[in-house]
């Protein structure tokens, strides 16, 4: 069951707070405000598809020094920093930093929302994409020592002599091994094989 977003709104102003989260949720989406980012960063468990909108001067942690504990900690939820004494500065650091976006107040309801509805899309895709590595990092583990050999240098793009050459093994048997390795990592072809551990590889 696909679970229903959540946006998190973090705002040290109440009013500023209250009338994000109204509107947010005047769509149909759930909003869940925070007075610091802070109370944010202790709340928040990731996993779950939303976005984050993030005020820049707050008491304690600032929006940009949560981007920071965020982005070090792995959390991968979008970012859509709003904000009334933001500048170019500011700005460029936090997409540099992986920001979805940088919007000043007051801002355009229908383009705030907009923004917030493409967030939740891009964190479900990044959701996604985190479950698909897991699944193929799981498959990997069941391959054997040889087996993620092969595979490691068939993602090289090295041909069934020179492996064999390599590991010191017939053609035959690294054939073998290739076939084995593509029914554990449900891959049709070499091709695909070569794909899927280059993903092993950088995971």
């Not at 008491?59 to 949560?66: F, K, M, R, V």
């Not at 904000?83 to 992986?98: C, E, S």
């Not at 917030?116 to 590595?133: D, G, N, Q, T």
Request: glycine content about 6%; overall charge neutral.
């Amino acid at each position: 069951m696909t679970q229903p977003p959540i946006v998190h709104v973090v705002d040290d102003d109440d009013a500023m707070r209250d009338s994000l989260c109204w509107l947010i949720e005047s769509i149909g989406l759930k909003a869940k405000g925070y007075a610091t980012a802070d109370a944010f960063a202790v709340a928040y468990r990731g996993g779950h598809p939303g976005c984050l909108l993030l005020d820049i001067r707050m008491p304690g942690l600032s929006g940009l020094d949560l981007q920071e504990v965020l982005n070090r900690q792995g959390a991968r939820i979008p970012l859509i920093f709003l904000t009334g004494h933001g500048d170019i500065p500011m700005a460029a650091r936090a997409f540099k930093a992986g920001a979805f976006d940088f919007l000043e107040k007051p801002c355009n309801d229908q383009l705030l929302l907009d923004r917030v509805r493409e967030a939740i899309a891009e964190h479900r895709r990044r959701l996604a994409e985190k479950a698909a590595l897991r699944d193929i990092l799981a498959r990997s583990a069941r391959l054997t020592k040889r087996e993620r050999q092969v595979a490691e240098f068939i993602s090289l793009g090295l041909p069934n002599r020179e492996i064999a050459s390599q590991l010191g093994i017939s053609q035959k048997t690294v054939e073998i091994h290739r076939h084995n390795a593509l029914i554990k990592m449900q891959a049709e072809n070499s091709a695909e094989l070569a794909s899927l551990w280059t993903l092993v590889r950088e995971a």
